[in-house]
């Protein structure tokens, strides 16, 4: 069981690139998040997903923009990449009952580092 | 506990002791708790979580506690062992989202 995935693992790009992360999970959970993890904030929402379709923006959304055409597939895509989007990238997904918001599931991270 | 600047507290405490790891959390109206542990270079594992109906609930080797009139969470390990030698964090359920808190640092000295 591969639960959740991310890819690349690692990523070195450039001021002004697009960059895509990709977040893959095999549970079928509704529910999918990213977030960033940054020394000193800890881990902060970037945007979130309910279901295929249906997207919304956590704390901190700007320079980024998601899809998600299918449930298990999320990816990440920052349109002109920035130094200050050098971070730890965290994707998780969760399956809500009675809370959507309930235990969510992480993968391993993507770390990126913008030049 | 919190972050303070760019520092995460840390605790230390020798191999087979217990540990209690602290945290404050923001929002009384949260009604859903969850600490997480997260290794070097993973991701964050689940741990354990509680709801604000309980103020104890226990695991293999953990147990958290929540005391909602100072909105304070603490977490028990109990016979620390080097494997849980790691950033722990706490998140709350606050306005249908998780908030995280910024972490602390557990080394177990052998």
């Known amino acids: 069981d591969a639960g959740i995935t991310q890819s690349p693992r690692y990523k070195i790009t450039e001021t002004g690139r697009q960059v895509t992360l990709m977040c893959h999970q095999t549970w079928s959970h509704s529910y999918m998040f990213w977030y960033r993890q940054d020394l000193g904030h800890g881990l902060r929402l970037i945007y979130y997903?309910?279901?295929?379709?249906?997207?919304d923006k956590g704390e901190v959304p700007d320079g980024y923009v998601v899809s998600r055409s299918k449930t298990e597939n999320f990816p990440l895509t920052l349109e002109s990449a920035t130094r200050s989007q050098t971070s730890v990238y965290f994707c998780?997904?969760?399956?809500?009952?009675?809370?959507?918001?309930?235990?969510?599931?992480f993968g391993p991270g993507t770390r990126l580092l913008v030049l | 506990g919190e972050s303070v600047g760019l520092h995460l507290p840390t605790l230390s405490v020798q191999e087979g002791d217990n540990s209690i790891i602290n945290c404050a959390y923001s929002?009384?109206?949260?009604?859903?708790f969850i600490w997480y542990k997260q290794e070097s270079g993973k991701g964050p594992q689940f741990i354990i979580d509680?709801?604000?109906?309980?103020d104890k609930r226990q695991g293999q080797r953990v147990t958290v506690l929540l005391n909602k009139t100072v909105k304070h969470l603490s977490l028990q390990i109990a016979a620390t062992q080097p494997g849980d030698s790691a950033v722990y964090f706490c998140?709350?359920?606050?306005?249908?989202?998780?908030?995280f808190g910024a972490g602390t640092i557990l080394r177990v000295k052998s």
């Open positions: 997903s309910a279901a295929a379709d249906i997207t």
């Open positions: 998780a997904s969760s399956a809500p009952r009675t809370n959507p918001q309930e235990t969510q599931y």
């Open positions: 998140a709350e359920n606050s306005g249908n989202k998780l908030v």
């Open positions: 509680i709801r604000s109906n309980m």
């Open positions: 929002n009384s109206a949260s009604d859903y």
